[in-house]
């Protein structure tokens, strides 16, 4: 059976996936001021980084149409699969949801399966590449679908981040028991808790939180060796690549992937923060 999946341009895929034809992005809008950009192929992280430190109002994020999933969903694939931001962190799950509904209605029947990643970026990311990994093996449709959700329940994300105003003023830190002062260069490490944000910990400076968040992942992920961890970064490469190998030190994952952040988790995550999954 032939597959195809559609991902949210949260989903900061590998330029392998972004080329292949089983892979479709649909796309956020952003909004810094009066510029209105689309977070495809042509989104532009340096000039987009610029556009938001030169502004004084926060740069805002809108999840796309249903009418734009549905047009993804109307393909010669037989099984579709969605992978979506956190349905707590934006509108983009329930937009995909009716886009289903549309498709149904409208067009006809179809294996189409929504999965609310409880997550985003990286660990979107990881999903896609368990969905190919499942797809590929033979599954039927609904072993695919209970699979992967069970490998999405089991999923951790870990964030360190500059600066957490974005999030904060976007009302993403809701679930935050707590925040410390930026100007005492104290970096909250961050973890998803079922779809929401919490703190897991703090470091004096960028180096010593991603030092002790590497710890927190040695000393919590249970059978490294028969997982990916994914490491998304915001125009840090050479900072990504210190994480990895501070991960790698001491957990043997069976593989490690860099990826760059597209539109949406620059948005978030900010200029300098680093996303890890596994």
């Given at each position: 059976m032939s597959?195809?999946?559609?991902?949210?341009?949260?989903?900061?895929?590998?330029?392998?996936y972004k080329k292949d034809p089983r892979f479709e992005v649909v796309p956020l809008i952003l909004q810094v001021d009066e510029h209105v950009i689309v977070d495809d192929d042509t989104f532009d992280q340096q000039d987009y980084l610029a556009k938001v430190a030169?502004?004084?109002?926060?740069?805002?994020?809108?999840?796309?149409?249903?009418?734009?999933?549905?047009?993804?969903?109307?393909?010669d694939a037989d099984d579709i699969y969605v992978i979506t931001l956190s349905s707590k962190l934006s509108g983009s799950y329930n937009s995909a949801l009716l886009g289903k509904n549309l498709y149904l209605e409208e067009i006809g029947e179809k294996n189409i399966h929504i999965i609310d990643s409880l997550s985003a970026s990286s660990g979107e990311v990881n999903i896609a590449y368990k969905v190919v990994d499942l797809a590929e093996s033979g599954l039927k449709f609904e072993d695919v679908v209970t699979?992967?959700?069970e490998y999405r329940d089991e999923m951790s994300t870990f964030f360190v981040l500059d600066s957490l105003?974005?999030?904060?003023?976007?009302?993403?830190?809701s679930g935050m028991k707590a925040l410390v002062a930026t100007t005492l260069n104290i970096k909250p490490i961050c973890y998803g808790t079922n779809?929401?944000?919490?703190?897991?910990?703090?470091g004096i400076g960028m180096k010593k939180a991603l030092v002790k968040m590497a710890d927190?992942?040695?000393a919590e992920v249970k059978n490294p060796e028969e997982k990916r961890v994914m490491i998304a970064h915001v125009n840090c490469y050479e900072r990504a690549c210190?994480?990895?190998?501070?991960?790698?030190?001491?957990?043997?994952?069976?593989?490690?992937?860099?990826?760059?952040?597209?539109?949406?988790?620059?948005?978030?995550a900010g200029d300098?923060?680093?996303?890890?999954?596994?």
């Open positions: 597959f195809k999946i559609v991902v949210d341009s949260c989903c900061d895929l590998p330029a392998e030169a502004s004084s109002e926060c740069a805002k994020t809108a999840c796309p149409s249903p009418e734009l999933y549905m047009k993804a969903f109307d393909c699979k992967i959700e105003e974005t999030l904060r003023k976007n009302g993403r830190l779809g929401s944000i919490d703190q897991r910990g703090q927190i992942i040695a210190v994480v990895r190998d501070l991960i790698l030190k001491n957990t043997p994952f069976k593989e490690a992937v860099i990826l760059d952040t597209a539109g949406v988790s620059t948005t978030y300098g923060g680093i996303i890890v999954t596994y």
